[in-house]
């Protein structure tokens, strides 16, 4: 049982490349999020999905899509890069059982991408 | 609508001294509330969480929390800092009634000094 799993780890991109982050879960779960996380910001959602063939828009999406063609995977793409979204990106997945002992987040170890 | 204030960005206490990091909550329904820990250069962990159980809530590594209604408080407490606790933590509130989604204070840095 892996968890959450995220690939790559590291990523340096030029201004206006392209690059898809991928996320995958093993526990089942409905709900998958992506976060990015900057200094004295916290982590900020970016899309998050309900289930497989689902998105929906967080809190800073301008610039980033995401697909979740199956249940165990969310892929977070940048069309066109920028210095502003050299950031850690962390997915996250969760249970839609609302059985409170299942309510919580599960993380992946994150992808730090700096785009120069 | 949910949102948190995690009332100190930075917090400093000696190695075997108690931890107090400070959380307040907005919350429209019976939010649920966690801490998460995070060292330097790594995933976040869960240390605890309150799902309208019991309101005094123990988690991993000696840290525990209680909800205050009253207060809108779920303050993260431990009795003796430990070296090891340095690390950013970050208090978040849910509402399973309103489609997972989980919102994330802007985080506490924990220093202990030897």
């Known amino acids: 049982n892996a968890g959450v799993t995220q690939t790559p780890k590291f990523r340096v991109l030029k201004t206006g490349q392209s690059m898809t982050l991928l996320c995958a879960q093993d526990m089942n779960h409905e709900y998958m999020y992506w976060y990015r996380q900057d200094p004295g910001m916290g982590l900020r959602l970016i899309h998050y999905s309900v289930g497989e063939g689902t998105t929906a828009k967080g809190e800073v999406p301008d610039g980033y899509n995401v697909s979740r063609l199956k249940k165990q995977n969310f892929l977070l793409g940048l069309e066109s890069a920028a210095p502003s979204q050299t950031s850690v990106y962390f997915c996250?997945?969760?249970?839609?059982?609302?059985?409170?002992?299942?309510?919580?987040?599960?993380f992946g170890p994150g992808t730090r991408l700096t785009v120069t | 609508a949910q949102s948190v204030t995690q009332l100190d960005s930075h917090v400093s206490v000696s190695e075997g001294t108690p931890v107090l990091l400070r959380c307040n909550y907005s919350s429209s329904y019976s939010p649920s509330l966690f801490w998460y820990v995070q060292h330097p250069n790594k995933g976040l962990q869960l240390l605890l969480k309150y799902t309208s159980a019991a309101t005094l809530v123990k988690g991993i590594n000696g840290f525990e929390a209680e909800f205050k209604k009253s207060e809108t408080s779920f303050h993260l407490t431990k009795p003796s800092a430990h070296m090891s606790d340095a690390a950013e933590y970050f208090c978040?509130?849910?509402?399973?009634?309103?489609?997972?989604?989980?919102?994330f204070g802007t985080g506490t840095s924990l220093t202990v000094i030897p």
């Open positions: 996250a997945s969760s249970s839609n059982s609302m059985r409170q002992s299942f309510y919580e987040q599960y």
């Open positions: 978040v509130v849910s509402v399973i009634l309103t489609g997972n989604q989980f919102y």
